[in-house]
C-alpha cells in the first residue's frame, strides 16, 4: 500500500518497509534544474588567456569541484526524472508527478535505466570539456581549465581518477609533495593533464 503524504511542493511516499522516496509534487524544481543543465552545456565562455606559469591551488579545485557537483546534480536529476516520466507516460498512458506505483517491476526498471543514465551524463559533464578545451562551470567561475601535458592524455579516465581523489583528500594530500609544489597532483600525472590558470 502506498501513502502519499503532502509537505510543501513535494510529495513523500512510503512504499513499504525500508523504502521512502520523496518527489516535487510541482515541476518547478525540475524545470529549474533542466535549465541550469542546458546552461552548463551551452553556455559560451570567453577565449581564455594563458596567466603565466601560476600553480593553480587545491582549494581552487575543490571549490570548483563543488559547484561542478551543484549544477550536475541539479542539471542531471532534472533531465533524468523527465525521461523517467515520460517513459512511464508512454507505457502506462498516464502522466503523474508522484512515483505512487513504486514497487511495480516495470517502474523498477525504468529508474534502474535512469541511474545509468544519470552517471553517463555525470561522466560526460567532467569528460567532454577538457576534451574539447572547455572549463567546466566551476573551473571557469574559478579562473582555471584543464589542458593536455603529454602526447597522448588521457581525458577519459581523469573524471574516474578525479572522484577517487576528491573522495580520499585526506589519505593522499599529506604525501602528494609533487603536487603541493607545482599544482600537478597525481591523478594529473596519471591522466596527463594538467590545470593553468586562466583569464577570460
Known amino acids: 500500500m502506498v501513502i502519499a503524504v503532502e509537505h510543501s511542493t513535494f510529495v513523500a511516499i512510503e512504499c513499504g518497509l525500508g523504502c521512502s522516496k520523496t518527489e516535487p509534487k ?6 529549474c534544474g533542466l535549465l541550469l543543465g542546458v546552461f552548463a552545456v551551452v553556455f559560451p565562455q570567453i577565449k581564455p588567456v594563458l596567466k603565466g606559469r601560476r600553480r593553480v591551488e587545491l582549494w581552487r579545485r575543490a571549490a570548483a569541484a563543488l559547484i561542478d557537483i551543484q ?6 536529476m532534472s533531465v533524468t526524472i523527465l525521461l523517467q516520466h515520460a517513459a512511464l ?3 502506462f498512458g498516464s502522466w503523474s508527478w ?16 535512469g541511474a545509468v543514465v544519470a552517471f553517463t551524463l555525470i ?17 571557469y567561475i574559478m579562473g ?17 581518477l578525479s572522484y577517487i581523489a576528491f573522495t580520499s583528500v585526506m589519505f593522499w594530500c599529506w604525501f602528494d609533495s ?19 590558470m586562466v583569464t577570460a
Open 144 to 160: 582555471f581549465q584543464i589542458v593536455s601535458d603529454s602526447h597522448s592524455p588521457k581525458f577519459g579516465l581523469r573524471p574516474l
Open 98 to 113: 508522484s512515483n505512487s506505483g513504486a514497487g511495480d517491476p516495470t517502474i523498477n526498471w525504468i529508474y534502474s535505466v
Open 26 to 31: 510541482e515541476p518547478y524544481f525540475m524545470f
Open 71 to 76: 549544477v550536475v546534480l541539479g542539471g542531471v
Open 123 to 139: 561522466y560526460a559533464y567532467f569528460w567532454l570539456p577538457s576534451k574539447r578545451s572547455r572549463a567546466t562551470v566551476g573551473q
Open 178 to 196: 609533487d603536487g603541493a609544489i607545482e599544482g600537478r597532483h597525481w591523478w594529473d600525472r596519471a591522466s596527463g593533464t594538467r590545470p593553468i
Open 89 to 91: 507516460y508512454v507505457i
